[in-house]
């Protein structure tokens, strides 16, 4: 099975900090995705990449940056955390082509005070 | 445009009622896929299935069956005989393929509370 990790469950961190979020995945997918998910609202893609260095902005990135050095580790990285940013963050994996499904981490959930 | 809607926000039903949650999409391309997850209250999506855009077939899985419509851009999920287990959230979403890669665009959820 798929395995995707998250490095935290629930952050609790304060405004202005610098905020690492990270995933692995261990089934060499090429690609991995970084959603905040609010009630209401849904999921919403913030970054994601196909390949090791590169990355693509989704629907929501500002305020948000990505880092991936590895093929396994996707990281999100909140540059100057503020209160609008307290959300349900989950980072996802798939194999590259159209008809592959994406699977999650359990999610962190990210409050900022 | 791409985009996904999931007609209901809430439902609510009584153990051993049959259920649809319906999900409407809208797609340029001519080759894509559906897929639906299930999102219990412990928070990872789970996979449940996946249908492309050739195959209008319906299918079904034990308790869950899914139907897709291509003529009115429907890809609903029936839920026969709920469980109190099934109370989740619940996504369809679209493939979305661009010049970047491969992407899936989200419904925003359908809770689904299953009472006894």
């Known amino acids: 099975d798929v395995k995707v990790t998250q490095s935290s469950r629930y952050l609790v961190k304060r405004t202005g900090e610098k905020v690492f979020l990270e995933c692995v995945q261990d089934?060499?997918?090429?690609?991995m995705f970084w959603y905040r998910q609010d009630p209401g609202l849904g999921l919403r893609l913030i970054y994601f990449?196909?390949?090791?260095?590169?990355?693509e902005k989704g629907d929501i990135p500002e305020g948000y940056s990505v880092s991936r050095e590895k093929k396994e580790r996707f990281s999100l990285i909140l540059e100057s955390a503020s209160t609008n940013q307290t959300s349900m963050y989950l980072c996802?994996?798939?194999?590259?082509?159209?008809?592959?499904?994406?699977?999650f981490g359990d999610g962190t959930r990210l409050s900022i005070l | 445009a791409q985009k996904v809607t999931q007609v209901q926000t809430e439902i609510s039903v009584v153990e051993k009622e049959d259920v649809t949650l319906d999900c409407v999409y809208e797609?340029?391309?001519?080759?894509?896929?559906l897929f639906w997850y299930k999102q219990p209250p412990s928070g990872e999506l789970v996979f449940l299935i996946r249908?492309?855009?050739?195959?209008?077939q319906n299918e079904i899985s034990g308790r869950y069956s899914w139907n897709f419509q291509k003529s009115t851009s429907s890809f609903n999920f029936t839920i026969t005989a709920s469980q109190v287990v099934d109370s989740a959230v619940y996504f369809c979403?679209?493939?979305?393929?661009?010049?970047?890669?491969?992407?899936?665009?989200f419904g925003k959820g359908t809770t689904l509370s299953v009472s006894s």
């Open positions: 990449s196909y390949d090791v260095k590169m990355k």
């Open positions: 249908r492309n855009s050739f195959d209008e």
């Open positions: 797609t340029r391309d001519t080759t894509y896929y």
């Open positions: 979403a679209l493939s979305d393929f661009n010049q970047a890669g491969t992407a899936l665009i």
């Open positions: 996802a994996s798939s194999l590259g082509q159209l008809y592959q499904p994406q699977h």
């Open positions: 089934m060499d997918h090429e690609n």
